[in-house]
């Protein structure tokens, strides 16, 4: 019997899709070694970025739920999302899209809000939006969360003269117009905004462009788009729909034809991963779970080979790779989408995992990228936190990134393990001074691993860990039952300077070891 809707917000998961039972498994051995002295690079914190789109409830009823609401809130804002977001740590959030943004006019949303336009959310869903939510809102939400701010500017239905004004308003320290506006609104001092999209998969919602011409709009826009006052802005091109490196080739080729061109290339180059699901979130079986977890194999080759094609651009890697967008998008279930909003879907164990698989692949390639945005950050796809009403849930996706946050600016170190195709364990580790963290991802419904992790050069004094785990994959954090799956205390022990550890089938583990 599949799991309805109903049963898993109640909390229930159905019989016939729940794996076996923790106790049921054999643990098979996995041998790791860690090389604390073999760097790979700094993981900046922005590889745990977040994206926020005007689409379904994740701005207008999630994040934001205005000034005059019963629900809990700080200057509109929904006073639990400020804080489970300032706890797990937000490094940087893109707004407002997503395809919303090539079609967003940033004047709608700046002056009173009474007197903003009300206008047509064209691709999610064609509701009407009153604009209560704009740019200073936005840079609001970044203060109180701790997020750095990333405007993704509109290419496709907007002008460079529409784009550099949105950058005067917000940056200019002087007394332009628009900085005078910006003033008059509530914004005495810049907003200094450093991240800038020029545009958002121009390939299809953005434009429907070919490379060359996304080439030649990105070469006019970024002629204008030099900054204002003090802040260097760092501009984001469009990259690939998952590893299509004809578009990079063909847009860098375009990019560098001539002298002039080249002068203009961009600071960020984004490409968009997302795992596709095939079946609802909470109604995978066996097969659908494993054949969405095995995309992040696919998704860290993509990395590889993007960046190496991009190397043969730029050696020296001054333009730095993004993932803009990633995560797993699921079937939808209609009646959510009803009573959620667009791209609505339950987070699931299998849901941790993948956002522990994402992050793992990113601090492994941590050399090649400077920022990955999950999509998104509430109540759309691989949501941090879901809402309803007053109630607000911490996913295992939010308990996920809060197992690996430990991570952010310390320093990735080479790590070897089996060889066991894309479902096998997935390790990530880095180091700060005398201390590694070592996260590691079990993918599996069916296996136990007791995983022997020895330190190439050093020897382990202590170690300490921290799991996220449930048997089913099916299972999540509803709002009947908020904390069925958060992170708990869980043994590692220390025999003879190696570190072991026991992982369940179907769990995410950080590990904090000390070396002697
Ligand atoms: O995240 C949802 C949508 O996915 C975004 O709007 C778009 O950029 C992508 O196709």
């Known amino acids: 019997m599949p799991l309805t809707r109903r049963d898993w917000l109640a909390g229930a998961t159905a019989a016939v899709l729940t794996p076996r039972k923790s106790s049921a498994w054999q643990a098979t051995t996995r041998r790791v070694t860690v090389h604390p002295a073999i760097e790979v690079g700094v993981i900046q914190p922005a590889l745990h970025g977040h994206f926020a789109e005007h689409l379904g409830s994740c701005v207008y009823g999630g994040l934001w739920v205005g000034r005059d609401s019963a629900i809990p809130n700080i200057d509109g804002f929904r006073k639990q999302a400020v804080e489970d977001l300032r706890a797990v740590g937000i490094p940087v959030l893109r707004w407002p899209g997503g395809c919303f943004a090539d079609d967003y006019h940033w004047r709608d949303g700046i002056g009173p809000a009474a007197r903003r336009p009300k206008r047509v959310n064209l691709w999610w869903g064609k509701y009407v939006e009153d604009n209560s939510f704009g740019t200073h809102e936005f840079l609001a939400l970044c203060r109180l969360i701790g997020a750095e701010p990333y405007l993704a500017g509109n290419v496709g239905s907007g002008t460079p003269a529409e784009l550099r004004d949105w950058m005067e308003y917000c940056n200019h320290p002087g007394e332009s117009t628009l900085a005078e506006e910006r003033k008059a609104n509530g914004a005495p001092e810049p907003f200094n905004v450093r991240f800038w999209g020029v545009g958002n998969e121009n390939w299809g919602c953005g434009g429907s462009l070919t490379a060359e011409e996304y080439a030649a709009l990105y070469r006019r826009f970024a002629t204008y788009l030099g900054g204002f006052g003090s802040v260097k802005p760092y501009l984001i091109a469009c990259g690939p729909n998952s590893n299509d490196l004809d578009w990079t080739r063909r847009f860098f080729a375009s990019m560098t034809a001539t002298r002039l061109t080249s002068r203009m290339l961009p600071q960020g180059y984004a490409m968009h991963f997302y795992s596709a699901g095939k079946a609802p979130a909470a109604q995978h079986t066996v097969e659908t779970t494993q054949e969405q977890l095995s995309s992040f194999a696919r998704m860290e080759d993509a990395i590889r080979q993007q960046r190496a094609l991009l190397d043969t651009y730029d050696p020296e890697r001054k333009i730095g790779l993004l993932i803009d967008e990633w995560g797993v ?14 791209l609505w879907q339950p987070i699931t164990m299998r849901g941790a995992v993948a956002a522990a698989l994402g992050l793992n692949v ?43 946050k430990v991570h952010r ?26 201390e590694l963290a070592v996260s590691c991802v079990n993918p599996r419904h069916d296996a136990g691993l007791r995983v022997e992790v020895t330190l190439a050069g050093a020897q382990a004094a202590s170690a300490t860990a921290r799991i996220l785990h449930d048997p089913d994959f099916n299972a999540g954090n509803t709002f009947a039952q908020p904390d069925r799956i958060v992170p708990r205390a869980h043994p ?25």
């Open 329 to 342: 998008w699921d079937r939808m279930d209609p009646e959510d989408e009803k009573r959620y909003g667009r």
């Open 492 to 516: 590692a022990s220390v025999q003879a300077g190696r570190v072991e550890i026991e992982l369940p089938p179907l769990s995410v583990l950080t590990a904090m070891v000390r070396l002697s």
């Open 362 to 404: 990113f601090h492994r390639q941590a050399d090649k990228l400077v920022m990955c945005n999950l999509a998104q950050i509430v109540n759309v796809l691989h949501a941090l936190l879901l809402t309803d009403q007053a109630r607000c849930v911490r996913t295992t996706t939010y308990h996920a990134f809060d197992l690996l």
């Open 409 to 434: 600016s310390r320093t990735a170190v080479r790590v070897e393990t089996p060889q066991d195709g894309p479902l096998g364990l997935s390790v990530s580790a880095s180091r700060q001074d005398n």
